[in-house]
């Protein structure tokens, strides 16, 4: 089996035309792609993005932010922690355990992690072990937030 | 031609049920739901959905929820703005306006309006007078945000 590597995603043209091939591409793609265009990033700076590449095809992705502790709604004790969106591994990839590798990947960093799934991937989610947040309106609004809590992170209370 | 009127949706249990038809029914409707049983919430108490019935079924909905000018990062001058999600038609009713007037309502507030719409909607959207917001990944994540402007309001402008 071949060895499979997560690496952090350059901004550059060959990047920003492989991200065309993913379902979720959006105003986060098009502004890179602009930025690009017109000198605001140079080219080949880091990108939020992690990916696997299978040979020359990046095959898998998904986008990390670390989110600063003083915006912490979800958290106890409120700390620094990841939010994970746009996980995607493209249809031929699938069931290779690619997304199981960007998910370990984002835990190595041993903070707790955000996420806000399509609503028919809870199954994945769980299997990673992540749990429902409980929903808050005011903080969620339409999200259907999961959370991974590493060893001693506790979820916020907000009822009590 | 039947007169649409937009009601605010009462949580109970009737409204909790015919929210399974729709498809984007996640964390928001099951905490509605355990709150309703578990009478943290009263029977019959206004919940942040708005919808249209059509005789006595729930045929389109969406939520829609005020948020603080203190938190306001998209709008100039920074105000009170309404969040909108889950708007949403069921497939038989669909292409007779009902969205419209969703959106129509929403709009009778004369507040700016954020939303954060799946991807294949914009043309919808776009008909509405929305326009996208400027990305900006710290605020904006994984989301596509489009905004409706009222007269006077500007997009806020975080390159300046």
Do not use: C
């Not at 091939?21 to 080219?43: A, H």
């Not at 299997?127 to 309106?137: D, L, N, S």
């Amino acid at each position: 089996m071949q060895e499979v590597k997560v690496e952090r995603l350059l901004i550059n043209y060959k990047t920003l035309e492989e991200f065309k091939r993913f379902k979720e591409y959006g105003n986060q793609e098009l502004s890179m792609l602009e930025d690009l265009e017109s000198n605001i990033v140079e080219n080949n700076s880091e990108s939020p993005f992690y990916g696997i590449y299978y040979g020359d095809t990046l095959v898998a992705r998904m986008s990390l932010y670390k989110v600063n502790k003083k915006y912490d709604a979800y958290f106890e004790p409120p700390q620094d922690y990841l939010e994970l969106w746009k996980l995607e591994v493209l249809p031929h990839y699938r069931n290779k355990k690619y997304g199981k590798e960007l998910v370990d990947f984002a835990k190595s960093f041993n903070l707790p992690i955000k996420t806000n799934p399509r609503i028919n991937s809870h199954g994945f989610w769980e299997r990673m072990g992540f749990q429902k947040a409980k929903y808050e309106m005011e903080r969620d609004l339409g999200e259907n937030p999961l959370i991974w809590l590493p060893q001693g992170v506790k979820e916020q209370n907000h009822s009590e």
